[in-house]
Every structure is written in structure tokens, then in C-alpha cells.
T-cell receptor, first 117, second 112 residues
Framework: DTGVSQDPRHKITKRGQNVTFRCDPI?????LYWYRQTLGQGPEFLTY????????KSRLLSDRFSAERPKGSFSTLEIQRTEQGDSAMYLC???????????????FGPGTRLTVL | EDKVVQSPLSLVVHEGDTVTLNCSYE??????LLWYKQEKKAPTFLFML????IEKKSGRLSSILDKKELFSILNITATQTGDSAVYLC????????????FGQGTTLQVKP
């Protein structure tokens, strides 16, 4: 399978615990995005990387959230001191940087569903 | 603030019907509009639209963009139960970051 993969697919944790998710993008893609999706809503942008550089972070991303892409390949998203409001589906997407005019086509992974008890 | 609005939010039809899903947007630096299909898992890519008036077609699905009126439609003809899903519209309104702004989605249920 050469698509975007994410691990784990499901995570249940207790409030206050730290969790870490992993995303492996499509191999030749240089851009990687994290989104969060809650029930009945569309995905909301969290952050993105071009190669190993984190170039933009949403205001939604509190200081409890940190993301890395150390070698420009896989990425991790860590949430410290989880809260019940963090319960959501965390989606990763990757793309190959498009032209200035056309934009990117982002391909999504299966997501990690986080439940904070 | 950039935003994307989809309508209707939900729709129930019978197999064989034709449906039209709507997406309107307000963004500062439009680059592209994308449609995705989501079936209890990751959104799967359907279309990317960048130019007005050019229809994109894939089987029974088609989509078109109107950059003057700031909207897009997704048409599905001869619907099947397998078309039941949430259809998401997203706009790249970034200054080359590729960040997508999504609408709430339209939940389509196709009954046999």
C-alpha cells in the first residue's frame, strides 16, 4: 500500500496523559499536513510541514500540541496533558508541492481516533 | 475570515435519483477547490477545480466551478447505495501553503 498511513488507528487515554500519533506520507510527497475533525464537522487545519520545516501552525494548536517531521519523511503529533476536548479524529495528509497557480492535491490517511476519558 | 459553506447539510434520496451538492466560499487568495468523499474513514479525493466553467467528470460524478459567483457544485447522476457518504468541499485559499479550509460537509444517504 503506497498511500498515507497513520498509527495507531484508535487511542483511548485518560485525561492528563500524553499521547503521540505517527503519520507516514506518500513517499515522494514533500508536504505533510495535520488536521483535526470532530463529529459532524469538516477537518480543521492544525499545522503543516514542507520537508522537515514546520511552516505554519493554526491558532487551534495550543502549547500542549507539538509536531515534528525530523527527516522530512514521517511526522509525529504529540498532545501533552490531554483534555476531554481533545477527543477527535486526527487526520494526516500529504501532497507534492504544486505550481503557484494550481495548488496541491492532498491525500489523506485513515486517521487516528482519540478518545479522552 | 475565510470560510466555506456547504448545502444542504443532509440529503436522502432513492437509488437512481440525481443529486446536486453546493459549495460556496469566501477566501482571500483562491488557488483551488477540492471535493472529497468520506465514508467513516479518511476523505478520498474526487476533484480539484481551478478554472471557472470547466467541468470535471468521473463516471457518474461531475463538478464545476464558478469563480465569479464563488461557488461550486457536485453532481451525482443515477445514484447508488454506495454513494452514501459525507461529501466535503475544501478550498485552498492560502498564499502557497496549501492549507485547506473545509465546509461542514453534506451527508448523502441513498436508499435502495
Amino acid at each position: 500500500d503506497t498511500g498515507v498511513s497513520q498509527d495507531p488507528r484508535h487511542k483511548i487515554t485518560k485525561r492528563g496523559q500524553n499521547v503521540t500519533f505517527r503519520c507516514d506520507p506518500i513517499s515522494e510527497h514533500n508536504r505533510l499536513y495535520w488536521y483535526r475533525q470532530t463529529l459532524g464537522q469538516g477537518p480543521e487545519f492544525l499545522t503543516y510541514f514542507q520537508n522537515e520545516a514546520q511552516l505554519e501552525k493554526s491558532r487551534l494548536l495550543s502549547d500542549r500540541f507539538s509536531a515534528e517531521r525530523p527527516k522530512g519523511s514521517f511526522s509525529t503529533l504529540e498532545i501533552q496533558r490531554t483534555e476531554q476536548g481533545d477527543s477527535a479524529m486526527y487526520l494526516c495528509a500529504s501532497s507534492l508541492r504544486g505550481t503557484m497557480l494550481s495548488g496541491d492535491t492532498q491525500y489523506f490517511g485513515p486517521g487516528t481516533r482519540l478518545t479522552v476519558l | 475570515e475565510d470560510k466555506v459553506v456547504q448545502s444542504p447539510l443532509s440529503l436522502v434520496v432513492h437509488e437512481g435519483d440525481t443529486v446536486t451538492l453546493n459549495c460556496s466560499y469566501e477566501v482571500t487568495n483562491f488557488r483551488s477547490l477540492l471535493w472529497y468523499k468520506q465514508e467513516k474513514k479518511a476523505p478520498t479525493f474526487l476533484f480539484m477545480l481551478t478554472s471557472s466553467g470547466i467541468e470535471k467528470k468521473s463516471g457518474r460524478l461531475s463538478s464545476i466551478l464558478d469563480k465569479k459567483e464563488l461557488f461550486s457544485i457536485l453532481n451525482i447522476t443515477a445514484t447508488q447505495t454506495g454513494d452514501s457518504a459525507v461529501y466535503l468541499c475544501a478550498v485552498d485559499g492560502s498564499s502557497n501553503t496549501g492549507k485547506l479550509i473545509f465546509g461542514q460537509g453534506t451527508t448523502l444517504q441513498v436508499k435502495p
